[in-house]
């Protein structure tokens, strides 16, 4: 675990860079990882952090599947938003923990 | 008389039957245990069945032979739960009347959920392994294949046993090695993930193995559709795959008994406390092991550990006490590297993998994260575990339900 600047916050990060801590996430902050993959968000994108910050926060596990039938965006269009990374970027930008399996 | 009823008799409904059968007073409890199927097997003997380390009869067993006597083992479909009226409906109309239901009705995969999969090819050169019948098809394919692209593939995260593809990748490697016809299988590893480490201790500890093997990798798959027609699998961002062979882990969805009784998730797994294994909306209903939508491995480790813990928590229910929020997502696992050789890994819902010994500490005599014989060793040895110890609720010496931290290495804890 390391401290990150990032949007003018101190906030923990993991080796790769995911927020440690969801609470510390900002709109700001979003943005700034945001730019650091070179995607520019938008309401959409919002709506999709918002509903996987919601999931994460219920203890709930998130696939892609279940974006995909959150009713906000189908998995193509996550695919769009998030290009090459659907789960793995929009969950950096969201602030909670990268998507893994055990090992 | 009260009932106690449990959906499934595979390794999870199996343990809390003879866990259960020596704990309710039998003036007071009648247990019953509901299977449609008559054959209990042992899943992590499907990883070897296709590469001819054991045979069919090796990895199954009637399953009438492990329920305990003094328990009612009743063989049928379940057709819906009313939990409402605190009833089961089984295909045949029975109503099994329930006082505290416990759902282990496993995990099993869909190959329907993803376009071209389960089409003409299926077992043709499209195959899981992730049941008998799949893995024993594969295995006669491989019998008589002369080589080409290999693809392992992972459909959709969660999957049973979540290292298994990456186990399979290493046994093929060693398999053709064999056979002598390592050079003419390509062998790449497709993942939605990452890597097929997606740890960084774990990556940093093992991904040379997928170097020293030859095995490619795939990261960021997440497949669209099989094109079955020209022997390519493509994702939703137009990457695609050739393979000559697909061996693939397709989605693995909860009984759909679930979504009829309104009870699963969007992949039909249960909302289940992750402490205490009682479910979210019921509270005279439990699940346990694969069934759960916990955010453990789905693995017999994982269901041995969590069926301690439950027992006690029946009891203490009975008795109106308040429930232990002890289960803390213990795992342990030996992965096959190939070569007769394993790795042994141990770790819970807030550790990763770590190195170390196990399960004394210092002492071993398995090592946690390295390569070994002595864990090949140990996981040959586990088959005899798993059918004289595991499912029949024996305690298992010197290794508890919750993750010890003695002995291994923890560094930065994330």
């Known amino acids: 675990m390391s401290v990150k600047t990032i949007a003018g916050m101190d906030v923990n990060v993991s080796e790769e ?87 | 008389m009260k009932n106690l009823v449990i959906l499934g008799a595979g390794t999870s409904g199996t343990m ?18 509901v299977d449609q199927y008559s054959t209990h097997y042992y899943q992590p003997g499907f990883l070897f069945l296709p590469f001819d380390i054991y045979t069919t009869k090796q990895v199954k067993k009637k399953g009438k032979k492990f329920i305990p006597k003094g328990i009612r083992y009743v063989q049928d479909k379940i057709e819906i739960i009313k939990p409402e009226v605190n009833h089961v409906v089984l295909e045949h109309g029975e109503v099994l009347a329930y006082d505290i239901l416990i759902v282990a009705t496993g995990t099993k995969i869909a190959p329907e959920e993803t376009e071209g999969m389960k089409g003409p090819k299926w077992r043709e050169n499209i195959f899981d392994f992730y049941t008998y019948e799949g893995a024993k098809a594969l295995r006669n394919k491989f019998r008589e294949w002369e080589g080409g692209k290999l693809a392992i593939h992972i459909t959709e995260m969660p999957i049973k046993c979540p290292v298994a593809p990456l186990e399979f990748a290493f046994l093929a490697d060693s398999y053709f090695k064999n056979k002598g016809m390592r050079d003419k299988v390509d062998i790449t590893f497709v993942t939605p993930l990452d890597g097929a480490f997606t740890k960084p201790k774990a990556t940093k500890a093992l991904h040379h193995l997928l170097e020293d093997k030859n095995i490619k990798e795939v990261t960021d798959f997440n497949i669209e559709r099989v094109d079955y027609e020209n022997n390519k699998i493509i994702d939703y961002a137009d990457t695609e795959v050739e393979y000559d062979l697909l061996v693939t882990v397709p989605t693995n969805m909860g009984d759909a008994v679930m979504e009829r009784s309104g ?42 550990f969590e069926a301690e813990i439950l027992t006690e928590n029946i009891l203490r229910y009975i008795n109106g006490e308040k429930l232990k929020e002890e289960f803390d997502g213990h795992a342990n696992c030996f992965i096959e590297t190939g070569n007769g050789k394993a790795l042994l890994i141990d770790f819970n819902y807030t550790h990763e993998p770590v190195e170390g010994t196990f399960p004394f500490p210092g002492v071993g005599p398995l090592s946690l994260l390295k390569e070994s014989r002595t864990n090949h060793m140990g996981k040959m040895a586990f088959r005899w575990i798993y059918w004289n110890m595991l499912i029949k609720g024996v305690h298992i010496p010197f290794v508890s339900a919750t993750m010890t931290e003695k002995g291994k290495h923890f560094e930065t804890v994330q």
């Not at chain 1, 510390?24 to 959409?44: P, R, S, V």
């Not at chain 1, 919002?46 to 039938?69: C, M, Q, S, W």
């Not at chain 2, 809390?16 to 245990?33: C, D, G, Q």
């Open chain 1, 17 to 103: 860079g995911y927020l440690e801590d969801m609470s510390q996430w900002n709109e700001g902050i979003a943005n700034e990882i945001a730019g650091e993959i070179g995607i520019e968000l938008t309401d959409k994108h919002f709506e999709v952090l918002n509903y996987l910050r919601e999931k994460t926060a219920a203890k709930e596990a998130l696939t892609i599947r279940k974006v995909g039938k959150s009713g906000i965006v189908n998995i193509k269009e996550l695919y769009t938003l998030f290009p090459k990374g659907p789960l793995k970027f929009s969950s950096k930008i969201a602030g909670i923990p990268k998507p893994t399996s055990c090992i």
């Open chain 2, 16 to 33: 809390m039957a003879n866990h259960l059968v020596s704990k309710l007073p039998k003036k007071e409890w009648e247990i019953t245990i």
């Open chain 2, 263 to 304: 009870l699963g998730d969007e992949l039909n797994y249960v909302p289940t406390n992750k402490g205490t294994l009682q479910t979210i909306d019921h509270e005279n209903i439990f699940a346990i092991g694969d069934a759960t939508n916990l955010p453990a491995s789905k693995a017999g480790s994982v269901a041995h």
